[in-house]
């Protein structure tokens, strides 16, 4: 691909956590271009630098408002949106900017979940019925075929979890619940204020206890029930999860490392650790860091991941490199996170 054929994108929700990622590396992507960046309808136009000083003289993109009446001009323009925004907005949207022939890739959680009477309960209100089935792009495991119009990117916690769990999931009993106990970082929570996220409040506490949204999206993505506790914890970003899962009777550990080799040998963003992995060894970087260790017939698996990046914004463009048949790591190794 030439330089001439750089892809142009939008990113909608591009002064939000998630979003202002996208933008940075979509800026420096060699084959992405970035034609907009758009905030709520109630932002003011000025470069993103206003919001993220830490940009200035690095990255001079405007952010604007965003407003419907935009969309005949946007769909001149871009050919791929990126939406960062909360789940309400991204299923309104969505459909709109398919039915202009832009490919979109939904960081939200409005096209996730298969069921929609469970993503009814999860999220308090109905997913949008579409007339083709949105793919779950959960990167490692998804083959995208560039005809897809919209594809849902994982959660953050459900990314970790999933990556953990797939790959060994026909050596755990048949009675097993996956017990997945998670720690993030308050950037999960974004950018606005909220009392539970401001610095004085937070230590580490669980929340969600067996009512997390993400509890049936990980029960999808691994193909049985589990039990999910996410805690917030006082660090900007990452997380970590520990997982607790009982093997068949017969399970070796030839099977597992053979199982966790078949689907993440030949797959860079996934890195196989010999010692538990550290938020700090993940944070800033596109990668999925998997460590598990054998006892008896119980297995333990620490995963580590930045959930703004490989639990959102490095994971998005993995699949967008994927839909336009670059390599998986295109502009995700060299460029490093905003926050
Ligand atoms: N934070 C994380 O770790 C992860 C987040 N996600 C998902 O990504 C999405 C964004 O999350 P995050 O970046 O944390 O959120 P933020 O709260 O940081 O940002 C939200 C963004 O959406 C914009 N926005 C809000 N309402 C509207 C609307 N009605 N129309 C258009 N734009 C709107 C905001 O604009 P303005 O600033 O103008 O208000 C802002 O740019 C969510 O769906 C979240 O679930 C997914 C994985 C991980
Ligand atoms: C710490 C924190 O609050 N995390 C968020 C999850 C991150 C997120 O934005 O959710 P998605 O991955 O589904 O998009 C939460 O628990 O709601």
Redesign the pocket.
């Known amino acids: 691909m030439t330089k001439q054929e750089t892809i142009q994108c939008a990113v909608?929700?591009?002064?939000?956590?998630?979003?202002?990622e996208l933008l940075w590396l979509l800026h420096n992507h060699p084959n992405f271009s970035l034609a907009y960046a758009?905030?709520?309808?109630?932002?003011e136009a000025e470069p993103i630098s206003a919001l993220y000083p830490q940009l200035q003289g690095r990255c001079d993109v405007l952010l604007q408002?965003?407003h419907s009446d935009l969309l005949p001009q946007l769909a001149q323009q871009v050919r791929v949106a990126f939406?960062?925004?909360?789940?309400?907005?991204?299923a309104?949207?969505a459909p709109l900017l398919v039915a202009q022939g832009i490919v979109v890739f939904d960081?939200?959680?409005?096209f996730r979940l298969k069921n929609p009477a469970v993503h009814q309960e999860a999220y308090g209100f109905a997913q949008p019925k579409l007339s083709q089935t949105v793919p779950y792009g959960l990167a490692e495991f998804s083959q995208l075929n560039g005809h897809e119009p919209l594809i849902a990117?994982p959660?953050?916690y459900p990314t970790a979890a999933a990556l953990a769990i797939r790959p060994i999931r026909q050596l755990l009993s048949d009675n097993c619940v996956p017990i997945v106990n998670a720690v993030?970082g308050v950037?999960?929570?974004?950018?606005?204020a909220q009392p539970h996220t401001s610095f004085c409040e937070v230590s580490l506490q669980a929340y969600g206890v067996a009512s997390h949204r993400h509890q049936p999206e990980i029960a999808q993505a691994v193909g049985r029930d589990v039990l999910f506790v996410p805690h917030l914890g006082n660090f900007m970003?990452g997380i970590l999860a520990t997982i607790y899962l009982q093997l068949k009777d017969e399970v070796r550990a030839s099977a597992i490392e053979d199982s966790y080799a078949a689907c993440y040998a030949d797959q860079p963003l996934v890195r196989m650790v010999q010692k538990p992995p550290s938020i700090q060894q993940v944070a800033g970087t596109p990668f999925c860091d998997i460590y598990y260790k054998q006892h008896q017939q119980q297995l333990i698996i620490c995963v580590a991941i930045d959930?703004?990046l490989k639990?959102?914004a490095a994971q998005a463009l993995q699949l967008a490199n994927q839909y336009f048949s670059l390599p998986s790591t295109t502009g995700l190794l060299q460029v490093g996170a905003v926050l």
Not at 85 to 90: C, F, N, Y
Not at 187 to 192: D, E, I, L, M, N
Request: glycine share 20%.
């Open positions: 909608f929700g591009a002064s939000g956590y998630s979003g202002v758009f905030g709520s309808s109630a932002r408002a965003w939406l960062a925004l909360p789940h309400e907005a991204s309104e949207l960081l939200s959680g409005a990117v959660g953050c993030s950037s999960g929570a974004g950018r606005k970003r959930n703004l639990g959102a």
